[in-house]
């Protein structure tokens, strides 16, 4: 049998749940005729087979253990059914809803494969949505988006995305691009017949400031990425600070929960743990580590203690962003061994703890705080998160309403297309002829083209879909 492809027609089904013991499961179908086949292994096939689009059909999938042998019932199901072109997929299409038992999926996926269906491949589904019209490529990456989305911020920029919000932003700069791009060619054709066109310099760009204006709102498109990729893969924040200076208990009090352990004794922490925590919509994996002792110090550090250690300052250079925990109650007098001697890159934060014991910070970028009560946490959360937002670069606000990029993908597009512009403007700065710089117009209206997926290839595609889970 030859591999399955993206691009054949057949009929298919994946599980579109999550796999495991769950209440329901749903196996989703899509293909022509993928009623006709369902109805061969279902209880009332007459009624299913006239079922019209976006109805219900209550009953019972059945299959044959072996040619020939009696059916046997698999599961009682509901099967919604989609009629082409109304459908996701934009072909006729069937959701099985039925018990989520990790037997009954298997059974019945078997039972499908029976009756004629294969196995989608990942993102097989969206896929078919998109070469059917369904989809433009910024809403299927989305789709995709929401499905990994880990804060509701992510959610709720993805969703943006889903309802179109890049796309009409990336066409209404294609159509400003293409009619400056017409008006060109236009300028082309008279300029071999020696005529100028009414209202318009004879030589030169005709709408030099429209493609200014293109241009700018490519390079703040460009620069919504870097939040945008915040809240979708997060950052890392290392708790880092001398023995007993109150990481655990910061670590504890950020997620909430007694994850670590907290004793009174330093050199508690001697592996290093991992939680992630939203904070202010970014997925922050925190990371609490040994304490972090200078050689050769009293009390010095174990085998197991000392390889903790050096994972501490593994991890401190990794790190988005570093919480620097301080014992406020024993002062600075411990940190001087510890604290790092040059400035890394990351946000460091020098934090003041057991502020509900301790003396005043001295004068300096100190946070007081007390891991303990809770006070200062709140403040705390809200610089980490400027300080990453920040860090990630601007178009916080624009993402809030306007339009935001939401993969790699369309970053590089954007920035091939205002690489493109600029081309154009340097050309047409140098007084070069028409016929140079339209080839740059063009190179930009494609990039664009590719962003909603007008301009693609078979290769592009498969890559884009093949990350896409299967039954999505
Ligand atoms: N009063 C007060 N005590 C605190 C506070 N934070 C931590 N402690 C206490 O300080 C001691 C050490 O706390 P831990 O959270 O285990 O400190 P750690 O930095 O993780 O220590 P190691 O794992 O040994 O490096 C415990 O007895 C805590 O109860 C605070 O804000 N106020
Ligand atoms: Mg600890």
């Known amino acids: ?53 976006n109805s ?36 006729e299409g069937a959701d099985i809803s039925c018990h989520g038992g990790i037997a009954t999926v298997r059974a019945l996926m078997d039972v499908l494969r029976t009756a004629g269906f294969r196995d989608s491949l990942p993102g097989e589904f969206s896929f078919r949505g ?11 990456e989305s789709v995709m988006e929401l499905v990994q989305a880990r804060t509701d911020e992510g959610r709720r920029h993805a969703v943006a995305r889903l309802s179109g919000r890049l796309r009409e932003e990336v066409s209404a700069l294609k159509g400003s691009l293409l009619e400056i791009l017409a008006e060109t060619e236009l300028h082309l054709d008279y300029d071999e017949t020696e005529l100028s066109l009414p209202g318009e310099a004879e030589e030169g760009l005709p709408g030099r400031e429209r493609v200014e204006g293109v241009l700018k709102r490519l390079r703040t498109l460009a620069g919504t990425w870097g939040r945008e990729r915040l809240y979708q893969e997060g950052a890392l924040a290392v708790i880092a600070g001398r023995p007993n200076a109150g990481k655990s208990s910061l670590f504890n009090a950020l997620l909430g929960e007694d994850r670590s352990i907290v004793t009174e004794i330093p050199g508690t922490t001697r592996d290093w743990i991992e939680a992630t925590v939203s904070i202010g919509g970014i997925p922050l994996r925190l990371a609490d580590t040994a304490g972090l002792r200078g050689a050769g110090e009293s009390g010095a550090a174990d085998q197991v203690e000392r390889i903790g250690i050096q994972k501490s ?5 990794q790190a988005d962003l570093v919480l620097y925990v301080i014992d406020g109650s024993r002062g600075l007098r411990d940190d001087k061994d510890a604290l790092p001697t040059a400035p890394g890159t990351a946000p460091f934060f020098l934090l003041w703890n057991k502020a509900d014991i301790a003396p005043d910070p001295p004068p300096g970028a100190f946070l007081p705080l007390s891991a303990k009560t809770g006070q ?7 610089a980490i998160a400027g300080a990453l937002e920040r860090r990630a670069g601007p178009g916080g606000e624009l993402s809030r309403d306007g339009a935001a990029l939401g993969t790699e993908r369309q970053k590089e597009l954007v920035d091939r297309a205002a690489a493109a512009l600029e081309e154009t403007l340097n050309l047409a700065n140098r007084g070069e002829a028409l016929e140079l710089i339209a080839p740059c117009l063009r190179e930009a209206v494609d990039a ?13 595609l498969e890559t884009i879909f093949s990350k896409f889970c299967v039954g999505k």
């Open 376 to 382: 200062g946490l709140a403040e705390l959360c809200g």
């Open 130 to 140: 998109f070469m059917n019209g369904k989809l433009d490529l910024t809403r299927s």
């Open 1 to 53: 049998m030859p591999k399955p492809c993206y691009g054949d027609e057949n009929p298919i089904a994946a599980l579109a749940t999550a796999p495991g013991e769950s209440a329901l499961a749903l196996i989703r179908c899509s293909g022509a005729g993928c009623v006709e086949l369902l109805s061969k292994v279902f209880s009332r096939p007459v009624k299913l087979r006239s079922a019209g689009g």
């Open 448 to 460: 664009l083209g590719e962003i909603t997926g007008e301009v693609s290839t078979a290769e592009i």
């Open 313 to 317: 300052r593994e991890l401190l250079e």
């Open 56 to 91: 219900v059909v209550h009953g019972w999938i059945q299959g044959p253990r072996n040619e020939g042998s009696p059916l046997f019932l698999v599961d009682e199901v509901l099967i919604s059914v989609y009629r082409a072109p109304r459908s996701y997929t934009g072909e």
